[in-house]
Nanobody, 123 residues
Framework: VQLQASGGGLVRAGGSRRLSCTNSKRTASNNAMAWFRQAPGKEREFVAGIAWSGGGTVYADSVKGRFTISRDNAKSTLNLQMNILKPEDTALYYC?????????????????WGQGTLDTVSS
């Protein structure tokens, strides 16, 4: 597994952004995947997760209704559509591959991590 996240940048509050994560080794299609984020001075936190099939999703309460996670196993990509962005969404966003086929909110349940992409939301 080799994960590469992209799509971060600067956006105004209320705007939208789409993050993508590509697994260049095209493996782990039977594993759940997720996005985590880490704001300056804070712990890394779970944002959204998706089952291997794409049929089961889990969201943090803070992003529910605004963010949508999706995956394309044929292309080995994971996406995060972020709408109605808020300044508190500013963080380094990491994609991760789980050890199991269904997503977990626990960091320890993820075996592989991308390098992170920075998304900044201005007020």
């Amino acid at each position: 597994v080799q994960l590469q996240a992209s799509g971060g940048g600067l956006v105004r509050a209320g705007g939208s952004r789409r993050l993508s994560c590509t697994n260049s080794k095209r493996t782990a299609s039977n594993n759940a995947m997720a996005w985590f984020r880490q704001a300056p001075g804070k712990e890394r936190e779970f944002v959204a997760g998706i089952a291997w099939s794409g049929g089961g999703t889990v969201y943090a309460d803070s992003v529910k209704g605004r963010f949508t996670i999706s995956r394309d196993n044929a292309k080995s990509t994971l996406n995060l559509q972020m709408n109605i962005l808020k300044p508190e969404d500013t963080a380094l966003y990491y994609c991760a591959v789980a050890r199991k086929s269904y997503p977990s909110v626990q960091r320890s349940d993820y075996a592989y991590w991308g390098q992170g992409t920075l998304d900044t939301v201005s007020s």
